[in-house]
Nanobody
């Protein structure tokens, strides 16, 4: 399984950006794709995830109402639409896949790293104030 996050860049506070996570190698079964971020000097933070079984989504409180996760099955891409960006959103953003744990369990623990067994390279998002 391979994943790659892209779409990061420099944006002004209050602006929007859409990240994409392209994935391959997930052939059978249900899975979940999560988004994480890591700001300089801080621990990695889980911010959102989406389940393949029913498209259910979860969000961290820090991004709820501003970020939206969605997926395009035909293209094997998961998107993270980020609106009303703030300086504290500056971080490297990663996507990860959970293929060995039921999506229900992943959804219950989506802010944590352990449900995810594949990680992609990150993409840097910088929000200027």
């Amino acid at each position: 399984v391979q994943l790659q996050a892209f779409g990061g860049g420099l944006v002004q506070a209050g602006g929007s950006l859409r990240l994409s996570c392209g994935y391959s190698g997930i052939i059978f079964g249900h899975y979940a794709i999560g988004w994480f971020r890591q700001a300089p000097g801080k621990a990695r933070e889980g911010i959102s995830c989406i389940s393949s079984s029913d498209d259910s989504t979860r969000y961290a409180d820090s991004v709820k109402g501003r970020f939206t996760v969605s997926r395009d099955n035909a293209k094997n891409v998961v998107y993270l639409q980020m609106n009303d960006l703030k300086s504290e959103d500056t971080a490297v953003y990663y996507c990860a896949a959970s293929t060995s744990i039921s999506p229900i369990t992943v959804m219950a623990h989506h802010l944590l790293s352990w449900p995810y067994d594949y990680w992609g390279q990150g993409t840097l998002v910088t929000v200027s104030s």
